[in-house]
């Protein structure tokens, strides 16, 4: 069996925090071994529950931060609460951060101002950063190049952009995360932007419990799925699944300094 790591999921949310045990056996049960549990979805609460979860689990890392979608509510309190939360030495990444001009949930405005801030505490605490871009890819190149990369780097998470803005990304210094709407029937231009993410920034993910990958889209997702989203990236990729399985574990591993298992 293949190990993996899912880079990216959300176990505080309500659909899976009743039973995160139950999700953690499943996943190991396919091989997938660690995962990074993002909060950053609604009030500080969710980002609190993360932590609590890895905090309780070794095999659990967590990101804190506030969702593009919630940036209207990107309080100096409320950095100052993730700044406290993140003394937690299971917080291995601020975020997820970005921009999402597709639901403009927040005013692009707010988001960009919440993108900056999120950029500035990176690199304060020497974490990684998780960004979160729809149909925002101009937008986020500019700022990132503005402000700067963090020192520690950063993943642009369920990467849905084209080759063109993959390379971009990748040349900006980030790392790519690909996660179940690689798998759908529609996604030919993700799958064709999945072999131009070079072998030692490649990543793989769930999002769960959002986008499950076929053949379970439409369902609730959970990280054990994530081995559905590997087999299309190895395909996408022309690579050996064991050769691939090794890169994602040791990228993610890189990126968010996981310490040895
Ligand atoms: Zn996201
Ligand atoms: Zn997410």
């Given amino acids: 069996m293949l190990s993996l790591i899912d880079s990216h999921c959300h176990l505080a949310d309500v659909k899976l925090r009743d039973e995160v045990e139950g999700v953690l ?3 190991d049960g396919v091989g997938v071994r660690r995962m990074l549990s993002v909060g950053a ?6 980002d609190r529950q993360t932590v609590e979860i890895a ?25 100052a609460e993730l700044r406290e939360l993140a003394r937690s030495k299971k917080v291995v990444a601020i975020g997820e951060s970005g921009l999402d001009f597709f639901y ?15 950029l500035e505490l990176a690199a304060e605490l020497d974490h990684p950063i998780v960004i979160h871009c729809r149909d925002a890819e101009r937008r986020l190149v500019e700022i990132v190049r503005e402000v700067g990369m963090p020192p520690r780097g950063g993943v642009i998470h369920c990467f849905t952009g084209d080759s063109a803005a993959a ?8 790392h790519i995360s690909f996660s179940g709407i690689l798998t759908f029937r529609n996604a030919e231009k993700i799958r064709e932007a999945a072999p131009v993410v070079p072998a030692d920034r490649v990543m793989v993910e769930t999002d769960a419990p959002y986008l499950a990958p076929e053949p379970y ?33 040791a990228n993610s591993s890189r990126l968010l300094r996981l310490p040895p298992s």
Avoid: M, W, Y
């Fill in 217 to 249: 889209r439409g369902k609730r997702n959970e990280p054990a799925f994530v081995v559905k989203t590997f087999e299309a990236l190895a395909r996408a990729r022309r690579c050996d699944p064991a050769t691939l399985s090794a890169q994602v574990v």
């Fill in 25 to 27: 056996a499943r996943a």
């Fill in 41 to 46: 979805i609604g009030p500080i609460e969710n």
């Fill in 55 to 79: 905090e309780r689990h070794a095999n659990v890392f967590a990101a804190v931060g506030v969702h593009p979608h919630d940036a209207k509510d990107a309080t100096e309190a409320r950095f």
């Fill in 104 to 118: 403009k949930h927040s005013p692009p405005e707010a988001q960009e101002a919440s993108l900056r801030r999120h």
């Fill in 167 to 174: 390379r971009e990304f990748v040349a900006l210094g980030f």
